[in-house]
């Protein structure tokens, strides 16, 4: 009886499988990108899967910076079209603001790994 059942269960495998197989498509967001323009980060709070690298830049005519809220990193003063890269290893969420400008805040939120994302390999 098994033996009728088990191509039952193959195809039922397939038809769930197409999500499954779609995943690292969807999640190839490597590096996630965030504009800085007109005094605001853009989009001003985005989340990302642990390991994603996020990269800022400044798309303003005058200089901002991209600074953790406690500062515990931060980029030099961008310039126009400058870009800063920091990826994000560990959950949790981070706020950060331009020191330059202080009302300009804004957070990444970093999420655990994904099955996907994780068993991607690093560049
Ligand atoms: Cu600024």
């Not at 990193?73 to 310039?79: K, P, T």
Request: proline residues 8%; hydrophobic residues 45%; aromatic residues 8%.
């Amino acid at each position: 009886m098994k033996a009728f059942l088990a191509p039952v269960a193959f195809a039922a495998a397939i038809l769930l499988a197409p999500p499954i197989l779609l995943a690292p498509v969807t999640a190839q967001a490597d590096i996630v990108h965030v504009g800085i323009k007109n005094y605001k980060f853009t989009p001003d709070t985005i989340t990302v899967s642990a390991g994603t690298t996020v990269q800022w830049i400044n798309l303003d005519s005058i200089p901002h910076t991209v600074t953790e809220k406690t500062k515990a990193w931060r980029s030099a003063a961008l310039d126009t079209n400058d870009t800063y890269n920091r990826t994000f290893d560990q959950p949790g969420t981070y706020d950060y603001f331009c020191s330059l400008h202080p009302m300009m805040v804004a957070k990444v939120i970093v999420t655990p790994a994904t099955g996907a994302a994780a068993a991607k390999p690093k560049k």
